[in-house]
């Protein structure tokens, strides 16, 4: 058990390169913690100076309080499941997972190798596998080999390097599953990178948002998503992503009007209050934020408000159907859009927006559609600084306490749950 | 499973797979055994021709009419014993120490070819596979000469030297080849797991090397025991003269006996350590010990 500390943790490497920048984190004992960010962002970096394989370039990382900074990995006491697995090829799975217990030997208390190593087996599914090599072994069984040789032993904290990359989408959701129950029961902090929204939204007690190195966001899901704190989180959080559309604001004779290429949207006064000055801002909206007109409940009516597009084509999925509207936008624009996409690693930024629609509308691609879009929700963002002007820090903050509260509760049952077993 | 459970479909279709199973091995078979009839035909022959007495060399027959280990008799306890048996050791002697010498230098230069970044990496790598393809012949006039003026020649140390000309260049490529292969996180997923530095080499490291270094010490040890043109040209005694060049010496019991029968078993057992070494080593020969450890 142990929490740790990063800060101010800076990496060159040493071509120059800054991987890692200036990043304080603070991870309490037995939280889940997801990394998250796109390709090349810093997060393998920043797990592996956790673990001691890459050394800090400056700032301090403390584990349990203690500066841990120059510490060789083994005396970090964490255990790693490594991007690639590293499974050594020429042990068996017995051998493999009991690894960490003989070169311990009597440093771990209580119970024998085999005792642990027959448990660790049986909580992965792995007891008829244990004589086997890693290489006859499927691409799952090797991911839990590799899981039973970070569990086996009692590591202060698990460190995962995206340990499901390289499965198939069924395993995949197995193995989140598997590991969240895992984190949950055995109450280990841990720290996941990864760059699958799934896996972030479902597993995290809390996410954080990485950027060419920088810490952009620490929440809960619900508070990213909800509560983003700029652009780029706004954007990579989420899937499909939002909608991100050039406006401006006007104060016409029905109250203060977004006017968007793809239509004039009515918004609350006090939500446009913060645009106050700007000839341009960037509207947020994620796609399930519209809606057919003709479906909304009178009760829901209120909070948003009803525009006419038109939708250039539709995808009808069977539970919710994608409605597609194009715009052109002007040169300044679509370049933002553009320099966002490449930030995010994402595909170019078509300059359309995405309704999710439920799937019993009506509407047709090709003709005007009276659209609903929930207004209290959508968020508005400096085009220049990308900030989010409408953040609600409060609103986020209670969220992320949220789940706190949360994990507090589930920690409490395991160990009850343990209690009663033992 | 048990055929009786099968609908007749599934019996057939299980025969003909098996069928074109057999098929498939008939093909490989045959196609050992012609590989094996040639290439151990001559051996068949040397070993038949070892047991045959002076007067049967010439009889045109494969095998030995009555056969006798008279042979066997001349070369290790008769009148070539000495020429033999000294030439073995020398042989063993300078194949093993030019082996070991090789060995321990092309680990440290392929461990560091596959590990470090280094200027002039391309360089070793390029000069070593120029060494190995400069002709023998061309260097033994030289080195005669050489050896002769500096005391080298007909002793030890000059066939060890040269024989590393031969053997290092191989041992450096198929090593670092190998190395290469090597997954080195796995040293850092050790340190993780708790070991220090020097652990996770010996536990992790040295074993998934191991093969490699084996079957290039065997490769390396091949050379230096086949070789025949520095063996004959650098030595003059039986101080260095190794078992190849020593065949040339041999002469019959008597000046009118041809001494093939003796050169036919100093062959055979000749043989018999290359024969041993492989079989002993065969597990540790096998490629891909490595296949597993990462994904992908
Ligand atoms: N050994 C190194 N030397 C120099 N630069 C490096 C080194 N390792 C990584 N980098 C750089 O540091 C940055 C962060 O790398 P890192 O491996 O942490 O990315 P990542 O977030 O894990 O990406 P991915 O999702 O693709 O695994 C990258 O831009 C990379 O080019
Ligand atoms: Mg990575």
Known sequence: MASITLKNIVKKYDDGFPAVNNVSLDIADGEFVILVGPSGCGKSTLLRMIVGLED????????????????????????????????????????????????????????????KVQRAAKMLELTEHLDRKPANLSGGQRQRVAMGRAIVREADAFLFDEPLSNLDAKLRGQMRAEIAQLQRSLGVTSVYVTHDQTEAMTLGDRVAVLKKGILQQVASPRELYEQPVNLFVAGFIGSPSMNFLPATITEGSGGTVLSTPIGDIPIPADRAAVAQGKDLVLVGVRPEFFEDATLVDEAKMPKGSVFTAE???????????????????????????SDLAADMDADELRPQVVTTLSAESRVRPGRPVELWVDTSRIHIFDPESGENLTRDAEAGAELTRMAAEERERELAAARERDAQKA | ?????????????????????????????????????????????????????????????????NPSTSNYEEILVGDSQELFLSALWNSIGISIIATLIAVVLATLCAYAIARLDFPGKKIVLTVSLMVSMFPVISLVTPLFNLWRSIGLYDTWPGLIIPYLSLTLPIAIWTLAAFFQQIPWELEQAAQVDGATPLQAFRKVIVPLAAPGVFTTAIIAFFIAWNDFVYGISLTSTEAARPVPAALAFFTGASQFESPTGAISAAAIIVTIPVVLLVMLFQKQIVAGLTSGAVKG
């Open chain 1, 56 to 115: 800090i370039t400056s700032g301090e990382l403390q584990i349990n309080g203690r500066r841990m900074n120059e510490a060789a990995p083994k005396d970090r006491n964490l255990a790693m499941v490594f991007q690639n697995y590293a499974l050594y090829p020429h042990l068996t799975v017995y051998e493999n997972i009991a690894f960490p217990l003989r070169l311990a030997k009597d440093a771990n208390g209580g119970g024998s190798v085999d005792e």
């Open chain 1, 311 to 337: 939708l250039s084509h539709l995808e009808w999925l069977g539970h919710e159907q994608y409605g597609y509207i194009e715009f052109e936008p002007d040169e300044k624009v679509r370049r933002l859009l």
């Open chain 2, 1 to 65: 499973m048990s055929t009786e459970t099968l609908t007749p479909e599934e019996a057939e279709g299980q025969r003909r797979a098996r069928r074109a199973k057999r098929n498939t091995s008939i093909g490989w078979w045959v196609i050992t055994i012609v590989v094996a009839v040639w290439c151990l035909f001559p051996v068949a022959s040397i070993l038949a021709t070892s047991f045959k007495t002076p007067g049967e060399l010439s009889n045109g027959k494969f095998l030995p009419d």
